[in-house]
């Protein structure tokens, strides 16, 4: 069987990884080629190194609290290199032209600015408030709105979301963001009762198996040399062919042939294929799809809105700064004046990414509101993030060094009603192109451990379709 995978970014590789490993349980003989555009691998994952330091353009590290990176990382023996947060992350909101500590806990809760007297006691309803009846898709700032009020909303949670997922609370989708907390509604009634729930439900799971408490995990993790280990690990436990700066430049389907797809690849090379897998942003899908399926599809594909960002990292002196933020990270909320989505502690959150007497902050810039920030020309966007940095926190001291990655665009922002949309699309391509597959951070979450986990459940779903016509076949 030829399966070709157009896409070497996380999802591209993991579905490659977990493809082969279960053919080989099932004794499928496969050969699996993956096509990506870019002259690397990693798709929004991208490390440099250089001169002693780590830099990242994409995502610099991936939560834990949702398993499937830190799995994967261990299943390809990565676990010694595994590197986690050393402290808990003091996280803060612009306020006023100043960093503003996020509470973090009932007391600090208690005292913060970002919340009136009225926010607060708003806040504290969360477990009393009735729970929504319609088990349909809201926008996840009516999620919160509901539950936790304007103010938490307007005030902490839709700068913090912005400054992520680069997008705005009230327009994305809750089941695709953070679907969990809908269903923590629906089973519990509320977000903090589902929390207690789930922690109840745990420790009586660990009990009934006698099993012993799992060792504490980071809340987030990365690996020593950057997120590209990962990626570079994964290409080196894949058996199949990896064309790399070779774009598919046509997709062709004729059901009367042995192997029904042909790939036309940019470098005149033609790929016959059984099988397909597309793993790329859902307006390169909606390209590659013109002409095969009906156009209601191609036409929701490409209307899945992305949003730039470019991040911009420097490097100071630490003898330079007089007072070197301790923070993970700082959001802006829309109603500063500064240009900056947000600023990360790189050097709070992952020490080891620089030398010892080097200090580095990551700047956002660009999103929803201001997207044409993130393509300033450099001269203009380096003297932009330098004086925000000055007027955040006082630095003027030169950088010692730069470093810019542009997304032009970045992340895809699911409206409501998107999963419905995506199950449907997946229906009518599993009616008219058959054994043709989506995966990706624009379908079912964006995070690392989203793409691995939608490109996992993908291999299942191919392994069962591929059982299914075997025993249909058999005499």
Known sequence: MNVVIVGGG??????????????????????????????????KIATQRRDGYIFEGGPESFVTRKPEAWELCQELGLQDRLVGTTRPGKNYVLRNGRPAIVPSG????????????????RLLK????????????????????????????????????????????????VQVSFGRFAQMEQQHGSVVKGMFGLMKEKRAARKASGEPRPARKPAFATLQNGLMEMIETLA???????????????LHHDLTHAQPYALSLSNGRTLRADLVVLATP????????????????TDQLHAIPYNPVTTVNFAFNRNEIADPFDGFGVVVPENESSQLLAV???????????????????????????????????????KLVRHELEQIFGIAAQPTQIH?????????????????????????LAAHLPQLYLTGAGLRGQGIPDCIRQSRNLVTQIMANLQTKTEALAP
Not at 106 to 121: M, Q, R
């Open 404 to 428: 810019i990655q542009r997304w032009l665009p970045a992340n895809p922002q699911p409206p409501v009603g998107h999963l419905v949309m995506i199950a449907q699309i997946e229906q009518t």
């Open 126 to 173: 969360e477990p009393f408030v009735k729970p929504r009846t319609d088990a349909s898709d809201e926008s996840l700032g009516d999620f919160l709105r509901r539950r936790l009020g304007n103010e938490m909303v307007d005030n902490i949670v839709k700068p913090a979301i912005g400054s992520v997922y680069l997008g705005d609370v009230d327009e994305m989708s």
């Open 282 to 297: 859902t307006f390169v899908m909606a390209d590659l799809l013109q002409g095969l399926v009906e156009t209601a599809v």
């Open 106 to 121: 009932p007391g600090t809760f208690l005292s913060t600015p970002l919340l009136s007297a009225s926010g607060k006691l």
């Open 236 to 250: 080196d436990q894949i058996e199949g062919e990896i064309l790399l700066d070779t774009a598919v430049t046509n």
């Open 10 to 43: 996380i999802s591209g590789l993991a579905t490659a990884y977990y493809l082969e490993k279960e053919a080989r349980q099932n004794g499928i003989a496969l050969q699996a080629t993956i096509v990506e555009k870019a002259v690397q691998l990693g798709g």
């Open 344 to 382: 990360e502690g790189m050097s709070a959150k992952f020490p080891h990414r620089a030398p010892d007497d080097q200090f580095v902050l990551r700047a956002f810039v660009g999103g929803q509101n201001e997207p044409e920030l993130a393509s300033l020309p450099e001269t203009e966007l380096i």
